[in-house]
């Protein structure tokens, strides 16, 4: 069991990925950094009207890449931060769109209930996964998450509650539930596009605040040191598994909230949404942005989504996807944030940073 | 059973604060632990010695919950602790520092420190996961107050790998001792020192042990016998032998299985 966990580990330390550029012992996002994140808001609120006007399909892509970032943030927040390395996130995800999706066909478009729905939806996936799983590390986590999150698309898929309870159709099967309006009211009416886009990007800055908060919290120095010495941190006297529930749970919210702001938006919930190719395209997006800093898989979540949709056209697009991605592990091992980092830290020694990760690779990998 | 004592070194006053009964563990057909009973008499300096794979670890890892005995038990106080899990033990007083450092290599000193004594003042109530962790300023000051203790204070700020292997040692203890225990367990603190560093490091043991019952794992045979109130030595998972420094020292079956062979 040691071995493949250290073959896992020599693996990271070869390639030089999955290093955290976490911030050890000092504050999650600096004033600076929260500056930044203001600024970054602001940009998109002002260029978002401009871009429905020149072009409304900006608006689309502009949302989804919203809606992934709070994903990827919320998979970062266990697996970079937190050293859970969670393969299953689609299932929250997927199960927060759904719980949507029926809440709004059955129940209201009012976004004040369907959305913290969506969240307990996805708090309670992550803590029955997490239940079953925390207890498993690393690799082994891995892999359970993995298998849990596939046993919920398959319910899903095959609409096994309908078969349960004995009614037409719950999940709405392979189809999916098809017409799910936007929501329509708390106070405002999101059916405007723009409105909805306001929506999803105030959710995603308070999601972003409140995880970054809880990364400076007592909690979130806990997770950081069961990240780094599991073994030693129950030495100390933390209860390490309830920990590690807590903070998977917490993740599986933000999943969840993700899938609600989703759903409505593409109109439709499909099986799709919990398919492990969600959950392993999530934690491209977390190598690519760097992980354990937060926001940088933002920035991967965003730019994965803004690839997708500009290059959907060529057949060839995940070709160059898988390129940006080999680029960034060769030269940029600590993704999108690390090198912003030590471009801001240090900005006349890019180039031998660069220079230096091509050294790196040429000897550890290449041998 | 086969174990014998030489005597009882518990001198009859003080009340035992960790005594296991037919404490046995097996892993798979090797037994590393078989049949110990023994106690450990309160505000004392205990030391386990034997020599290597005779169990010391082992009956280590069962004293603090990472292992469960496969027969036998073991009681704090009065009160059965087998199948309790570490930090279970940690809350009722008993703490372990590790015979290779257990630390976190990448934080300074002080946020090692720090993080043990978080533990106590931290829970799941709101404030712990929104409050910011440096507002917690009791276990900050418990901290450096610890730091002050294991002679740590003036390199607080390092990160914890640059510090030298000695401060890493004292680093390790001053880990465990934020638990603010009664029954501190030590394995091997001296390993690998130099004479310098053995000599501050031995100090230090002794000073924490002017409040705090102590178990030592130790293969450093004039340490043991200077410092030790009680010695245990184990052979192939059994006490071969238990008594006073002078009482092991005079014990013909200790010199033919383990003094004698140094």
Redesign the interface.
Known sequence: MKSVMNLAADLKTAIGIGETTGP??EQVLSSQGRLAALVVAGVLAVFAPVAQAFEPFWLNILTRMLVFALLALSLDFVFGYAGLLSFGHAAMFGAGGYAAALAIREVTTNALVVLPASMLVGVAVAAFIGWFSVRAKGIYFAMLTLAFAQMFYVIVFTDLPATVLDVETITGGDDGLFGIPLYEAIGIDFTSRLLYFYLTLVLVLVSFAVLV??A???????MQ?IR??E??????????Q?YKL?AFSISGGFAGLAGGLYVPFQSVAQPGLLHWTISGELVVMLLLGGMGTLWGPMLGGALVIYLEERLAGFATWEIILGSVFVVVVIFAPRGLAGTLISIKNDPRNTITHVKQALRNYVEKVRG | MTQSYTTDPTDGDAEPILSTDDLTKKFGTLTAVDGVSLEIPADRITSIIGPNGAGKTTLFNLFTGKYEPTEGRIALRGDRIDGKEPHHLVERGLVRSFQINNFFADLTARENVRLATQAPYTGFRPRDFLAHHRDLDVATESANRILERVHLSNVADETASNLSYGQRRHLEIGISLAADPDLFLMDEPTAGMSPEETRETVELVEEIASDITLILIEHDMHIVMDISDQIVVMNEGMVLARGTPDQIRNDERVQRAYLGSE
């Open positions: 050890i012992g908060r809880v400076n919290s007592p909690f979130g120095r806990t040191g780094e010495n073994e030693r941190m129950q030495f100390i006297g933390y209860d390490v309830r807590l």
